[in-house]
C-alpha cells in the first residue's frame, strides 16, 4: 500500500535480511539502550508518566474538589492565593480539574488505541497471510471506512451514539482500525514474502505457528511505533468531541469540556480556555516524541528515513 | 494505465453504496427525531408530524426512497429548513472549498519551503528551530489554535475580524474575503503544513545523500541547480502522497475552524444538522464528503503513479 | 470700588449669558429626530431556520418572522410596558359575543400584501383552514399540529363581508386572543395567492406577508436579509434593511458586537455585562414571561411528599444564583409557577426564601432526617435554556448542605426534548424546562392532569383536581378580572403545594449598540425593530 496516512512513519522498504526482533531479549536490551540516549524520546516519556501520575493520583493530589464550586471566586486568574492555575468559569480550581479530567481525556484516548491495535493486528496478520478472498473482503470493509474522513466519522459515530465516555470511545475505535490495519496490513504482506518465511513453510510448519512465531512479531513494531503517535492525535480528537459538545455530558470533566467552558468568557479570562489546550498540546507532543523515540529505538533503518 | 483507472472507478461505486447505507442507518440510531423539535407545542401531535415528515414507514423505505431520489440527483429536502438539501449544500460546500483551498496552498507553501530550508541546511539553527516548530505543529489542537489566535488577533490586538467570511455591512470584495480568511486558513493549515514539512524534509534529505546526488555535485553544478532540479524532483512521490493525505485531514479540521470563526461551510452545517437530527441534510452531507475525499485520494494516487511509475500500487 | 463691583457683576452676567446660550443650544429639545435610512444588523443566537410563521421551529425565529409577517392581533411591544397590551394589527377592532364564545373581527382596509393581493376575509379564511381544515386545499398537516392549541375550539368561520370575518368556538376560551397574538403566530396572514401558487412546500422559500419587511434572500447559516416594504399599511420603518446574523456561539456573538460588525445581539453571556456597559453599549433587560424551572415528578418516591418538595424549594438559595452564577441577568423565582409579565403574577406573594434550616427540619418531618438521593435531568444548552448546567451545579451544592445527594444527568439538546415530552420517569425526580408565555393558560398546559405527558407538557404528571377546577374555571371564564382572579388563586395553589422547583425568571438580556435608537425594551421574548432608527456615527 502506498498510503500512511497523516504520520510521519515510512516503513521500511523490504529486505532479505531476518528482521531483528526475532533475536529477542539481547535485541530489546539493544532498544532500550537507543531509546535510553535519545534525549527528546525520554523527555516525551517522562512527560506522560508524570501527566499520567497526576491523573491516577488526582484524588490524593488535587488540591481542591474538582466539581466544588465557589461561586465567589469565579474567574480568578492564575496565581490567586490557593488557586495555582486560576478559576474556571463556576469558580472551580482548574488545576484539580486538569488532573481528574486528565483521567477521562487520557482513558479516552489510550483505551481505543490499543484495542484498535489489537483488532487491527488481528485483520492484518489474517488478511495479509491467508490472502485470496479474505484478504479481498476485509480491506474492501475497511476501504468504505477510508471514505470517510476520520474527525467527521468520529463524530457521526459519537453523534449517533449519544454522549459518554463510551460511545468517544467507540467512535474513535471504530475511526481507528482502519489506519492501523492498513499498517499492520502492510508489514504483514512484506513479511510474508521473506525467505525465512518460506524457509519455515518448508519445514511444516503449520499457518498459525508461522503467524504467531515469525510475522506477528515483525508486525508489532510498526503498530506500536504508529499507535503511539496516533494517541496524541486521539488525546486532541477526544478533547475536540468533547469541546463540540459529543463527548462526555457535565457534570463531568475532560478537557474539552474546560475549554468549552472557557471559549464563553475568553474575551474576560482567557485563561480558562488557554491552559487546558496548553495541557492537551504538551500531552500531544510528548506522544510524538516517544513515537519518534520509539521508531529510532526498534529499527534504526527507519530513523534514516527520517533524520 | 487507463486500466487501472477505470477499475479503480468502479472500485469506488460500491463502496459509495455502503457509505451511504452506514450512514442513513447510524442517524437513526441517535434517540429522537427531527418530528420532535416541530412536536415541542404539541406533543399529541407528534404521530401526525412524523408521518408528515414520511418518518414513520420502515427504515428500509425510507433508504429506498432516499436512494431513488439519489439516482435523479435529489438529495432529498431539509426537515429543518424545508429547502432542497443540495441547493443549502452547494454554496455552503463552496466556502468550504475556499477555507479549504486557501488553508491548502498556505499549508503547501509554508511546508515545502520549511523543509527544504531544513533539509539543505540540516543541522543548522534554522534546522532545529523548525523541528521544534514542526513538533508542535503536528501535535495542534486545531479548536485551542483557533481560540487562541481569535482571543489574540481579532480581540485584544482587533487586527483581523473574528468570525464570517465577509463583514455583513461591507460588499463581497475579494480583500475582505482575503481578511477574514487568514485566521482561518492559520488554524486549519497548522497542523498540515507541520506534517509537509516533516515529510519534505525526511524526503529531501533520503534523496540528497544518494550517489548520485554526490556525483552532480561533485561535476561541478551551482548548488540550487542540485537541490531543485535534481534532488526535488526525486523526493516528490513521498512528498506529493502525504501532502495530498493532508487534503483529507483539512477536511475534517475544517469543521473545528468553521465552529468557532461560524465560517458557513459545510462542517458548521453538519455540526446544526446532527444537533436537529435533519437526516436528510446529514445524508447529505456525509455522501459529498466522501464523494469528495474519495475522488480526491484517487486522484493523488493517480497523480503519484504518473510521476513515479516506480512506486507500486496495490 | 463700587465701579470695580458694577463692572465684576456686567462680567458675571456676560459670562452666566453665554453659558446658557452654550449649553441651551446643547440641549436635546424634546426627543432626538429619528433620521430615515439605514441598515441594521442583529446578530441572533440561532440559525433561524425555516421562517414559514405556521410552523417555524426556535423561539427566537419569531423576532425575524414578525417583521414579515402581521397577525390579527399582536402584543404592542412598543410602549414599553411590562403587559404589552393586545392590539389589532391587521384587524382594527373585534367584538366577543357574552357569552365568550363568538368573536367577530373587523379587519383593517386598504392593506395589501407584499405581492399586491389585497388582504381581506377570504385571506384570513385560507389562512385559518391551513391550520384546521383538513378538506381545504390550503390545509398543511404540520402547520395544524403546531398551532393545534391555539384553534382547540374552533368550531366555524364565517366570512360576514370582505372585511368582516366570525369565529365560532364551542366553548368560551377566556385566552383566545393572547393565543392569537402570541409569537407562535397562529393569527399569521400569508398571502393565499402565494400559498396557492406555491404549495406547502415550497412556501417557505417564497414568503409573502403583510408585514412591514419583505424577504429580499435567505442564506442558511449566514443571513436573512429584509427590506422595507414601501407598500405597508401602517407606519413605515425607518430602517432600509434588517439584516438577520445567526452567530450561535455567545463569543462571538459579543466580539461581533464589539467590533461593530453586528448593531444587536440578544442573549449575551451574563459574564460580559460589566465590559460591555463599560464600553459604552446599551445594556437591556427586564420582566419577560420566563421561568427556569424543574418540575418535579410526582411519581418519584420521594417527591409525592409535600413535604419534600417544600423542602428543596427552601434549600436553593436563588438569591445566590441569580447573583452569582447569572450576573443579575435573572431575578429569583419566588413567587409561584407563574412569570412576571402575566396577569396572575403577585409581587406580594413571596414564598421559599432560602432557608436551609427549614428545608432540613421538614426532610426530617417527612421521615428522612439523612437524606437521599434524587436525579434530575437537564439539557446541556438550548434555545432559552441559560445556563443549565452550571445552574445545575449550584443546586447540586445548595442540596448537598441539607443532605441531598443530587446526580445530575445531562443531555444534548434535541435528544433532551425528546425524551421531555415523554414525561418524566418515576426513578427522575424532575427534568428541568425553561419556558413561559404572557397569558395564563399557560399555566394549565403545564399542570393540567388532562395535559399529562405525553399528551402536554405536564411532565411531572401532576393530578391534582383544586388546581384542574381553577384552572377549568379560569379558561371559560368570559370576564377578564374574574379570570385573572381565577388565576391567581391557581398559582397561589401551585406556590402551596411546591408543584416545581422554581428557580429563576430570564430578564432577556439584549446589548444595542450607542447609535441604534428608538427601541424599547419589548418585555416579551419576541419583538420587532419597526420603529427602531439608526443614528449617524
Known amino acids: 500500500m502506498a498510503r500512511t496516512d497523516s504520520s510521519t512513519v515510512t516503513l521500511p522498504a523490504a529486505s532479505t535480511e531476518r528482521p531483528q526482533w526475532t533475536k529477542k531479549k539481547s535485541q530489546l536490551r539493544i532498544a532500550w539502550g537507543r531509546f535510553y540516549r535519545d534525549k527528546m524520546a525520554l523527555l516525551g516519556g517522562i512527560m506522560i508518566v508524570l501527566v499520567a501520575f497526576m491523573a491516577i493520583f488526582a484524588p490524593y493530589l488535587s488540591p481542591h474538589d474538582p466539581y466544588g464550586m465557589d461561586i465567589t471566586k469565579r474567574l480568578r486568574p492564575p496565581g490567586t492565593p490557593g488557586y495555582l492555575l486560576g478559576a474556571d468559569e463556576s469558580g472551580r480550581d482548574i488545576l484539580s480539574r486538569l488532573m481528574w479530567g486528565g483521567r477521562i481525556s487520557l482513558v479516552t484516548a489510550i483505551v481505543p488505541v490499543i484495542a484498535a491495535a489489537i483488532v487491527s493486528m488481528v485483520i492484518?496478520?489474517?488478511?495479509?497471510?491467508?490472502?485470496?478472498?479474505?484478504?479481498?473482503?476485509?480491506?474492501?470493509?475497511?476501504?468504505?471506512?477510508?471514505?470517510?474522513?476520520?474527525?467527521?466519522?468520529?463524530?457521526?459515530?459519537?453523534?449517533?451514539?449519544?454522549?459518554?465516555?463510551?460511545?468517544?470511545?467507540?467512535?474513535?475505535?471504530?475511526?481507528?482500525?482502519?489506519?492501523?490495519?492498513?499498517?499492520?496490513?502492510?508489514?504483514?504482506?512484506?513479511?510474508?514474502?521473506?525467505?525465512?518465511?518460506?524457509?519455515?513453510?518448508?519445514?511444516?510448519?503449520?499457518?498459525?505457528?508461522?503467524?504467531?512465531?515469525?510475522?506477528?512479531?515483525?508486525?508489532?513494531?510498526?503498530?506500536?511505533?504508529?499507535?503511539?503517535?496516533?494517541?496524541?492525535?486521539?488525546?486532541?480528537?477526544?478533547?475536540?468531541?468533547?469541546?463540540?459538545?459529543?463527548?462526555?455530558?457535565?457534570?463531568?470533566?475532560?478537557?474539552?469540556?474546560?475549554?468549552?467552558?472557557?471559549?464563553?468568557?475568553?474575551?474576560?479570562?482567557?485563561?480558562?480556555?488557554?491552559?487546558?489546550?496548553?495541557?492537551?498540546?504538551?500531552v500531544s507532543v510528548a506522544f510524538n516524541l516517544l513515537g519518534d523515540g520509539l521508531r529510532d529505538a526498534l529499527d534504526p533503518r527507519l530513523r534514516d528515513a527520517s533524520e | 494505465m487507463v486500466r487501472y483507472i477505470v477499475q479503480r472507478l468502479l472500485m469506488l461505486i460500491p463502496i459509495l453504496l455502503a457509505v451511504s447505507v452506514v450512514i442513513f442507518v447510524m442517524m437513526r440510531i441517535l434517540p429522537g427525531d427531527a418530528a420532535v423539535a416541530f412536536a415541542i407545542e404539541s406533543p399529541a401531535e407528534l404521530e401526525k408530524i412524523r408521518r408528515d415528515l414520511g418518518l414513520d414507514r420502515p427504515i428500509y423505505v425510507q433508504y429506498g426512497i432516499w436512494f431513488w431520489g439519489l439516482l435523479h440527483g435529489d438529495l432529498g429536502r431539509s426537515i429543518q429548513l424545508e429547502k432542497p438539501v443540495l441547493d443549502i449544500l452547494l454554496p455552503q460546500f463552496v466556502n468550504t472549498l475556499i477555507l479549504a483551498a486557501g488553508s491548502f496552498m498556505l499549508a503547501i507553501v509554508v511546508g515545502w519551503s520549511v523543509g527544504i530550508l531544513s533539509a539543505t541546511k540540516q543541522y543548522s539553527l534554522a534546522d532545529r528551530l523548525a523541528m521544534l516548530v514542526t513538533l508542535f505543529g503536528v501535535s495542534m489542537p486545531a479548536f485551542w489554535l483557533g481560540l487562541v489566535l481569535m482571543w489574540l488577533f481579532a480581540y485584544e490586538l482587533r487586527w483581523l475580524p473574528a468570525a464570517g467570511m465577509y463583514s455583513i455591512r461591507g460588499d463581497k470584495t475579494f480583500w475582505e474575503l482575503l481578511n477574514h480568511l487568514i485566521l482561518p486558513a492559520i488554524t486549519t493549515a497548522a497542523v498540515p503544513a507541520a506534517v509537509i514539512a516533516r515529510i519534505t524534509r525526511s524526503s529531501m534529505l533520503e534523496t540528497i545523500r544518494q550517489d548520485y546526488i554526490r556525483t552532480i555535485r561533485a561535476k561541478g553544478l551551482p548548488e540550487r541547480a542540485v537541490v531543485f532540479k535534481h534532488a526535488l524532483k526525486n523526493a516528490m512521490p513521498p512528498i506529493l502522497n502525504i501532502t495530498g493525505l493532508q487534503l483529507g485531514f483539512l477536511l475534517g479540521g475544517a469543521i473545528f475552524t468553521e465552529v468557532i470563526f461560524s465560517w458557513p461551510g459545510i462542517g458548521w452545517q453538519l455540526y446544526s444538522s446532527i444537533s436537529g437530527r435533519d437526516y436528510p441534510m446529514v445524508q447529505g452531507f456525509v455522501l459529498l464528503t466522501s464523494c469528495c475525499f474519495v475522488l480526491v485520494n484517487f486522484a493523488i494516487d493517480i497523480l503519484t503513479t504518473y510521476v513515479d511509475p516506480r512506486v507500486v500500487l496495490e | 470700588m463700587a465701579r470695580r463691583i458694577w463692572r465684576m457683576t456686567w462680567l458675571l452676567g456676560y459670562l452666566i449669558v453665554?453659558?446658557?446660550?452654550?449649553?441651551?443650544?446643547?440641549?436635546?429639545?424634546?426627543?432626538?429626530?429619528?433620521?430615515?435610512?439605514?441598515?441594521?444588523?442583529?446578530?441572533?443566537?440561532?440559525?433561524?431556520?425555516?421562517?414559514?410563521?405556521?410552523?417555524?421551529?426556535?423561539?427566537?425565529?419569531?423576532?425575524?418572522?414578525?417583521?414579515?409577517?402581521?397577525?390579527?392581533?399582536?402584543?404592542?411591544?412598543?410602549?414599553?410596558?411590562?403587559?404589552?397590551?393586545?392590539?389589532?394589527?391587521?384587524?382594527?377592532?373585534?367584538?366577543?359575543?357574552?357569552?365568550?364564545?363568538?368573536?367577530?373581527?373587523?379587519?383593517?382596509?386598504?392593506?395589501?400584501?407584499?405581492?399586491?393581493?389585497?388582504?381581506?376575509?377570504?385571506?384570513?379564511?385560507?389562512?385559518?383552514?391551513?391550520?384546521?381544515?383538513?378538506?381545504?386545499?390550503?390545509?398543511?398537516?404540520?402547520?395544524?399540529?403546531?398551532?393545534?392549541?391555539?384553534?382547540?375550539?374552533?368550531?366555524?368561520?364565517?366570512?360576514?363581508?370582505?372585511?368582516?370575518?366570525?369565529?365560532?368556538?364551542?366553548?368560551?376560551?377566556?385566552?383566545?386572543?393572547?393565543?392569537?397574538?402570541?409569537?407562535?403566530?397562529?393569527?399569521?396572514?400569508?398571502?393565499?395567492?402565494?400559498?396557492?401558487?406555491?404549495?406547502?412546500?415550497?412556501?417557505?422559500?417564497?414568503?409573502?406577508?403583510?408585514?412591514?419587511?419583505?424577504?429580499?434572500?435567505?442564506?442558511?447559516?449566514?443571513?436573512?436579509?429584509?427590506?422595507?416594504?414601501?407598500?405597508?399599511?401602517?407606519?413605515?420603518?425607518?430602517?432600509?434593511?434588517?439584516?438577520?446574523?445567526?452567530?450561535?456561539?455567545?463569543?462571538?456573538?459579543?466580539?461581533?458586537?464589539?467590533?461593530?460588525?453586528?448593531?444587536?445581539?440578544?442573549?449575551?453571556?451574563?459574564?460580559?455585562?460589566?465590559?460591555?456597559?463599560?464600553?459604552?453599549?446599551?445594556?437591556?433587560?427586564?420582566?419577560?414571561?420566563?421561568?427556569?424551572?424543574?418540575?418535579?415528578?410526582?411519581?418519584?418516591?420521594?417527591?409525592?411528599?409535600?413535604?419534600?418538595?417544600?423542602?428543596?424549594?427552601?434549600?436553593?438559595?436563588?438569591?445566590?444564583?441569580?447573583?452569582?452564577?447569572?450576573?443579575?441577568?435573572?431575578?429569583?423565582?419566588?413567587?409561584?409557577?407563574?412569570?412576571?409579565?402575566?396577569?396572575?403574577?403577585?409581587?406580594?406573594?413571596?414564598?421559599?426564601?432560602?432557608?436551609?434550616?427549614?428545608?432540613?427540619?421538614?426532610?426530617?418531618?417527612?421521615?428522612?432526617?439523612?437524606?437521599?438521593?434524587?436525579?434530575?435531568?437537564?439539557?446541556t444548552a438550548g434555545s432559552g435554556q441559560l445556563l443549565p448546567v452550571p445552574m445545575m451545579e449550584y443546586i447540586q451544592k445548595n442540596l448537598r448542605d441539607v443532605g441531598v445527594e443530587l446526580e445530575i444527568d445531562a443531555y444534548e439538546w434535541l435528544s433532551y426534548v425528546g425524551m421531555w415530552i415523554q414525561g418524566a420517569k418515576p426513578d427522575v425526580a424532575g427534568m428541568q424546562m425553561s419556558t413561559g408565555r404572557p397569558y395564563d393558560h399557560w399555566l394549565s398546559r403545564v399542570l393540567h392532569s388532562k395535559n399529562d405527558a405525553p399528551v402536554g407538557w405536564n411532565n411531572g404528571h401532576v393530578k391534582d383536581p383544586v388546581l384542574d377546577d381553577l384552572m377549568d374555571r379560569a379558561t371559560v371564564e368570559p370576564d377578564a378580572a374574574k379570570a385573572a382572579a381565577l388565576w391567581k388563586q391557581a398559582v397561589q395553589r401551585t406556590a402551596e403545594e411546591a408543584y416545581s422547583l422554581t428557580i429563576a425568571h430570564d430578564l432577556m438580556p439584549m446589548v444595542l449598540g450607542p447609535n441604534v435608537k428608538g427601541f424599547k425594551f419589548p418585555h416579551l421574548e419576541w419583538f420587532s425593530f419597526r420603529e427602531t432608527w439608526l443614528e449617524k456615527k
Open chain 1, 124 to 282: 492484518g496478520l489474517v488478511a495479509g497471510y491467508y490472502g485470496g478472498w479474505i484478504d479481498q473482503i476485509l480491506m474492501r470493509t475497511l476501504d468504505v471506512f477510508f471514505a470517510f474522513p476520520r474527525i467527521i466519522l468520529a463524530i457521526a459515530l459519537a453523534a449517533a451514539l449519544g454522549s459518554g465516555m463510551i460511545s468517544v470511545m467507540l467512535a474513535l475505535f471504530a475511526g481507528l482500525i482502519p489506519y492501523i490495519s492498513r499498517v499492520a496490513y502492510g508489514a504483514a504482506l512484506t513479511t510474508k514474502n521473506l525467505q525465512f518465511v518460506e524457509a519455515a513453510r518448508s519445514c511444516g510448519a503449520a499457518g498459525r505457528q508461522i503467524i504467531f512465531h515469525e510475522i506477528l512479531p515483525n508486525i508489532l513494531a510498526p503498530v506500536i511505533v504508529y499507535s503511539t503517535t496516533l494517541t496524541g492525535l486521539m488525546v486532541i480528537l477526544a478533547a475536540g468531541l468533547s469541546f463540540l459538545g459529543l463527548g462526555v455530558a457535565p457534570p463531568q470533566a475532560d478537557w474539552g469540556i474546560m475549554l468549552d467552558g472557557g471559549r464563553r468568557v475568553i474575551t474576560i479570562a482567557p485563561h480558562v480556555a488557554t491552559i487546558p489546550g496548553l495541557l492537551i498540546l504538551f
Open chain 3, 18 to 379: 453665554i453659558d446658557i446660550l452654550i449649553f441651551g443650544a446643547a440641549l436635546p429639545v424634546g426627543a432626538e429626530t429619528p433620521r430615515q435610512g439605514g441598515t441594521l444588523v442583529y446578530g441572533l443566537e440561532t440559525e433561524p431556520g425555516v421562517l414559514d410563521p405556521h410552523i417555524f421551529g426556535p423561539w427566537a425565529t419569531a423576532r425575524v418572522v414578525m417583521h414579515i409577517f402581521d397577525a390579527l392581533v399582536t402584543f404592542d411591544t412598543t410602549t414599553g410596558s411590562t403587559r404589552p397590551p393586545i392590539v389589532g394589527q391587521l384587524a382594527t377592532s373585534w367584538d366577543i359575543s357574552p357569552d365568550g364564545k363568538i368573536y367577530t373581527f373587523h379587519l383593517r382596509q386598504g392593506v395589501k400584501f407584499h405581492d399586491g393581493t389585497p388582504f381581506n376575509a377570504e385571506a384570513v379564511k385560507a389562512n385559518i383552514e391551513r391550520m384546521t381544515d383538513k378538506e381545504s386545499p390550503y390545509y398543511f398537516e404540520r402547520a395544524s399540529a403546531r398551532q393545534r392549541v391555539a384553534w382547540r375550539w374552533l368550531e366555524k368561520t364565517e366570512i360576514i363581508d370582505d372585511h368582516t370575518i366570525r369565529l365560532i368556538l364551542s366553548q368560551p376560551f377566556s385566552d383566545f386572543l393572547a393565543y392569537l397574538a402570541d409569537k407562535q403566530q397562529p393569527s399569521a396572514m400569508i398571502s393565499p395567492t402565494a400559498m396557492k401558487k406555491y404549495g406547502n412546500k415550497q412556501i417557505a422559500q417564497h414568503l409573502v406577508g403583510a408585514g412591514p419587511f419583505k424577504v429580499v434572500e435567505q442564506v442558511p447559516g449566514e443571513k436573512v436579509v429584509l427590506e422595507r416594504f414601501d407598500g405597508y399599511w401602517g407606519k413605515k420603518p425607518y430602517l432600509d434593511r434588517v439584516i438577520i446574523r445567526p452567530i450561535p456561539d455567545p463569543a462571538s456573538r459579543v466580539l461581533a458586537l464589539q467590533t461593530n460588525e453586528v448593531d444587536v445581539i440578544t442573549i449575551p453571556p451574563p459574564d460580559s455585562k460589566d465590559q460591555l456597559i463599560q464600553q459604552g453599549f446599551n445594556w437591556m433587560q427586564g420582566d419577560v414571561h420566563h421561568i427556569w424551572h424543574i418540575p418535579l415528578n410526582l411519581e418519584n418516591e420521594y417527591i409525592k411528599d409535600k413535604k419534600v418538595r417544600q423542602a428543596l424549594n427552601y434549600a436553593v438559595d436563588k438569591k445566590g444564583m441569580a447573583q452569582y452564577v447569572l450576573n443579575n441577568t435573572v431575578i429569583p423565582a419566588m413567587h409561584g409557577i407563574t412569570m412576571p409579565t402575566a396577569p396572575s403574577w403577585d409581587p406580594e406573594l413571596t414564598v421559599y426564601e432560602y432557608n436551609p434550616e427549614k428545608a432540613k427540619a421538614l426532610l426530617a418531618e417527612a421521615g428522612y432526617p439523612d437524606g437521599f438521593k434524587i436525579k434530575f435531568q437537564v439539557s
